[in-house]
């Protein structure tokens, strides 16, 4: 299908939601962004227009163009807002359970040959659609954080997805401008299952005091050439959402190397949980 005829819908408005919003729209698509907040749509589209603003000044994009990406992102405070999507595409907490209501929700309402994606950065694809009586339809499409700025997308097959549902996701990808890389549905699948245990180990490494927090970052920086280092990455993620991955992880694979660092629960338990909050292992303060 081409930017004209698939129609796509975004569940959840947030960082990773707005996000996708954006990058389709700026590829011709029209969207609608869905969250039963309406500031959060608000903050949503507001995020959009600043992202775009810093294109124009980058002249990637022209001030026209940005009247018009913004123009194709709609809003609703409802799944009912599915109801005229090719492509609904789930972006909401990473939490089981709630995936799977959503899963089950948006079966009802989606038109019958829409494909049903979800943004999980660990929970199998293959549960997800057996909320469904679609599981053919529904795959595992996880970007990257910052979507607009991030060149990978993930690709995840479940048990039951099909061949047609997969090639349409990559080049739903590719239409994006993003490489879509395919993977096996594995807890964590490729990304995570490499990443979280870096970040988890720098927690321990911190907690355990190996190191000093600027310590561990500065040596993955300098010494591995990370352009972020761990404990950094760990707040623009959200600490909540590092733990619960790992938890999807440990629960999953039943190895003891994936159990979440002590320190780490500790921080999520007290509201620490990155930047999004205003504090993790380190403090953001306004501007």
Request: proline share 5%.
């Amino acid at each position: 299908m081409t930017p004209s005829s698939d129609r796509i819908a975004v569940l959840g408005a947030g960082q990773m939601g707005n996000g996708i919003a954006h990058v389709f729209a700026q590829a011709g698509f029209p969207v609608t962004m869905i969250d039963i907040s309406r500031d959060a749509l608000a903050r949503g589209k507001d995020t959009i227009s600043r992202n775009l603003d810093r294109q124009v000044k980058k002249g990637s994009v022209t001030a026209d163009e940005k009247d018009k990406i913004l123009d194709r992102v709609g809003t609703a405070e409802s799944l009912d807002g599915v109801s005229g999507a090719t492509v609904v595409i789930e972006a909401v907490t990473e939490q089981r359970d709630l995936k799977f209501k959503i899963f089950n929700d948006i079966d009802r309402l989606a038109p019958a040959g829409a494909i049903l994606a979800s943004n999980t950065s660990s929970i199998s694809i293959t549960e997800i659609a057996g909320r469904t009586k679609r599981p053919e339809l529904v795959i595992g499409m996880h970007f990257m954080n910052p979507v607009p700025v991030m060149q990978l997308v993930e690709v995840i097959r479940g048990l039951a997805t099909s061949d047609e549902t997969t090639r349409r996701t990559v080049d739903l990808a590719k239409a994006v401008g993003k490489t879509p890389v395919e993977a096996n549905d594995y807890p964590g699948f490729i990304a995570n299952r490499i990443l979280m245990p870096m970040i988890n180990e720098a927690c321990f490494a911190l907690m355990e005091g190996v190191g000093t927090r600027d310590a561990i970052d500065t040596v993955m920086k300098l010494g591995m050439n990370h352009p972020m280092g761990p404990l950094q990455l760990a707040d623009f993620i959200g600490l909540d959402t590092c733990l619960a991955i790992l938890e999807v992880l440990h629960e999953g694979l039943g190895d003891p190397k994936y159990r979440p660092c002590p320190l780490l629960r500790k921080y999520v338990a007290s509201g620490w949980l990155g930047k999004k909050s205003g504090r993790g292992f380190y403090a953001y303060g306004a501007g």
